[in-house]
């Protein structure tokens, strides 16, 4: 007698209703910033794109990156003010005073603005081309809460072979006088207080002095 075996039951076939296997994600790009040029900055500049409405640049470059200026308060207002003043008021034959407007690296991408500057010979001659640290023997910068920022540019600016870079302290209201920079480093450094005064040395030539405190807001 033969006996009827019954077929092993089928999975069913879900083919057509099962989603479609989704493809394997694949890790992103390794993303990182465009470096710019400084000359393709200078070209953009040139355009106007990155000013306000009110005409105004509100970036730099910096090591080939664009880095938002600082939001200036009065205090650190003040001080610029005040230190272009006397700059001026020393009428000094051959050079100018610039206050905020960009020089440009020779060594690296960076174009910024120093609070205040002294060039070589008038502002217009460096129309549409900005000056250059070869042409700059003087930087001044104010500093408050950016202090250890604005410290650590002396290293930059002896780099670029700047003669002379002032630091206005306003956390105690002192002046940091470095000069003569020798391998990237300014080998000499003055801490001036409110009754002492500045030399101006332009080129190894001091050609005026101003009392530090003219200088604090």
């Not at 105004?56 to 005040?82: A, F, Q, S």
């Amino acid at each position: 007698m033969s006996v009827a075996t019954a077929a092993p039951p089928q999975a069913p076939d879900v083919s057509a209703s099962a989603p479609a296997p989704q493809a394997r994600p694949t890790s992103p790009p390794d993303h990182r910033p465009w470096h710019m040029p400084l000359a393709v900055y200078e070209k953009i500049t040139e355009s106007g794109i990155l000013n306000r409405d009110d005409g105004v640049r509100h970036v730099y470059l910096w090591e080939g990156t664009l880095c938002d200026r600082m939001t200036i308060y009065r205090p650190h207002g003040l001080g610029v003010k005040n230190i272009y003043d006397a700059m001026k008021a020393l009428g000094i034959v051959g050079y100018d005073a610039e206050t905020e407007l960009p020089m440009a690296f020779r060594k690296a991408d960076s174009a910024p603005q120093p609070d205040v500057k002294v060039i070589r010979g008038r502002s217009k001659d460096y129309n549409p081309r900005m000056p250059t640290t070869a042409d700059v023997p003087l930087v001044v910068e104010v500093a408050e809460s950016s202090l250890s920022k604005d410290r650590a540019l002396a290293s930059n600016y002896a780099i670029e072979e700047i003669p002379v870079y002032w630091l206005m302290n306003l956390t105690t209201n002192h002046l940091e006088v470095y000069s003569a920079p020798v391998d990237g480093v300014y080998t000499s450094i003055q801490i001036l207080g409110p009754g002492d005064e500045v030399p101006v040395v332009l080129d190894g030539r001091e050609v005026g002095r101003i009392p530090v405190a003219d200088l604090l807001p």
